[in-house]
């Protein structure tokens, strides 16, 4: 099993940063690779960024490419989402996620992951 303990939401006006974290503990040799995830009320939960943990490959969303970078600490197993220039649409429950299968390359389908951290929440005033 693996346990993933997200953090660092909070509320930022329109233009400010964020970054969040989640933590891995457990099993984390079987984890290929971590994702960021949102949902929003009424909403599906959608895919925003995917890092490998070998290689450090990454992957975004449209929408978030070139405002957020995912990151590892491979010694830290943590795993970092800097989220700079916010806009009021990123408002959303932030949630981490790993998947364990090495035969798909950064996946997008929140249904490729394995294990979900609790959610944090982030608001971006405007």
């Known amino acids: 099993q693996v346990q993933l303990v997200g953090s660092g939401g909070g509320l930022v006006q329109a233009g400010g940063s964020l970054r969040l974290s989640c933590a891995a503990s457990?099993?984390?040799?079987?984890?290929?690779?971590m994702g960021w995830f949102r949902q929003v009320p009424g909403k599906e939960r959608e895919f925003v960024a995917a890092?490998?943990?070998?290689?450090?490959?990454?992957a975004y969303a449209d929408s978030v490419k070139g405002r957020f970078t995912i990151s590892r600490d491979n010694a830290k197993n943590t795993v970092y989402l800097q989220m700079n220039s916010l806009k009021p649409e990123d408002t959303a429950v932030y949630y981490c996620?790993?998947?364990?299968?090495?035969?798909?390359?950064?996946?997008?389908?929140?249904?490729?992951?394995?294990?979900w951290g609790q959610g944090t929440q982030v608001t971006v005033s405007s």
């Open positions: 996620a790993a998947c364990r299968d090495s035969r798909v390359v950064l996946p997008r389908a929140r249904t490729r992951y394995d294990y």
């Open positions: 457990g099993r984390t040799f079987s984890i290929y690779t």
């Open positions: 890092i490998t943990l070998s290689g450090g490959i990454t």
